[in-house]
């Protein structure tokens, strides 16, 4: 495979499934169309409460940041803005263009930039707290919590960041395959560990204190044999309820995992570059063809699958209280009947992809468009 032609994969692998090879391969014809969307019965009031801009994606897949009612949210632009119940609190030029963000424990905001730039800034008053370096660029936001900073660059590195003054304290690496997703996985922190999926299908389970791994899980094994065909990465941030944590692979599997050991609870075959999200009974998956799944935690078996939203590229679901939330490629976000998986309402935004997963907020929900809208959604 030539350097150019992988990268030309990789972009198009990062965009969210095998459907958009098919924009950069001349020999094929008509593929499979989107889904129109079938008329329903709303039986669920749905409503934007508010709607703010930040600035356009320029191709990343930026993710608000929620902490109690306060919205976090940034732009390609390098503009970073804080809402509260709808009105901008502060806005800011991080001074240069961004590719991911936001995370945030509610004292601090990070973001950071493709020349692998970590800006960190106080929550209160957007004022810049520090600046710091990661090895590579930087796609997914980073983590923050327990005194870190934790960012995940490109090379598959995770570089943990004292909170307080910007200082290195640990590095984390591992090698990667020939060909990756581009839409490198979020790392996630709790307890004493922070979470990572990499390629190759591996949950990693690294202690927060020393960088140093726990444990290793083995959700998918790269099989095939072209570079392509061995594609099996973890390109969403793992889920955790409980002593359960659970992930899922392009071309692999879902799986879950003992949060402590890393001993496999179960696993079925599904494939997904969107993600997943589970509640106290269920743990629901968007497959790569836009299906949605709802999956017994326990066991793994299947509750129900929603299909009826096929190649709408859909993202990662949202569970809230009796009904799930996802949003698709026309900006439409979608919520389906927790128990059997029945569209229930359905609220249009302004036409662009989401291409993160909605994060919950008061009542509802909060999404981020490619065009940089960030949209409050109310559910009762």
């Known amino acids: 495979m030539n350097g150019r032609l992988a990268v030309l994969l990789m972009a198009a692998l990062s965009a969210g499934g095998c459907s958009w090879l098919d924009a950069i391969n001349p020999f094929v014809g008509k593929g499979p169309k989107m889904a129109e969307l079938a008329p329903f019965t709303a039986s669920l009031g749905a409503r934007t409460s508010w709607s703010e801009g930040v600035g356009r994606s320029d191709g990343h897949a930026f993710v608000p940041a929620v902490s109690g009612s306060s919205v976090y949210a940034a732009g390609g632009d390098g503009g970073v803005v804080r809402i509260d119940d709808g009105r901008v609190t502060w806005r800011i030029d991080a001074g240069q263009p961004l590719s991911a963000g936001v995370g945030t424990d509610g004292r601090l905001v990070a973001v950071a930039s493709a020349k692998g730039d970590v800006l960190v800034f106080f929550a209160a008053d957007g004022k810049l707290a520090w600046k710091a370096k990661a090895t590579s660029e930087v796609l997914s936001p980073p983590a923050v919590g327990e005194g870190l900073v934790i960012v995940r660059s490109t090379d598959n590195r995770l570089a943990a960041f004292d909170m307080a003054d910007g200082r290195r304290k640990w590095l984390y690496q591992r090698t ?205």
């Open 176 to 380: 990667s395959p020939a060909l990756t997703l581009r839409n490198a996985a979020p790392p996630v922190i709790d307890g004493n560990y922070v979470f990572a999926g990499f390629p190759g299908g591996r949950l990693v389970a690294v202690g927060l204190d020393n960088g140093i791994s726990v444990w290793e899980g083995t959700v998918a094994l790269p099989k095939g044999t072209t570079e392509l065909e061995r594609v099996a990465d973890i390109g969403s941030p793992p889920v955790i309820s409980g002593r359960a944590i659970c992930a899922v692979a392009f071309q692999g599997r879902v799986a879950c995992f003992d949060l402590d050991n890393g001993n496999l609870l179960w696993a079925r075959n599904m494939s997904s570059s969107a993600g997943l999200a589970m509640d106290s009974r269920y743990l629901f998956v968007t497959d790569d063809k836009g299906a949605v799944h709802a999956l017994d935690l326990f066991s793994g078996s299947s509750v129900w699958k929603q299909e009826a939203l096929s190649m709408r590229r859909v993202s990662a679901p949202l569970p809230r209280r009796g009904w799930v939330a996802v949003a698709d490629a026309q900006g439409i976000v979608h919520f389906l009947n927790r128990e059997n998986g029945a569209f229930v309402a359905r609220v249009d935004t302004d036409g662009s992809p989401v291409p993160a997963s909605p994060l919950a907020l008061g009542n509802g929900l909060v999404v981020q468009t490619a065009k940089g809208g960030v949209y409050a959604i109310d559910a009762e």
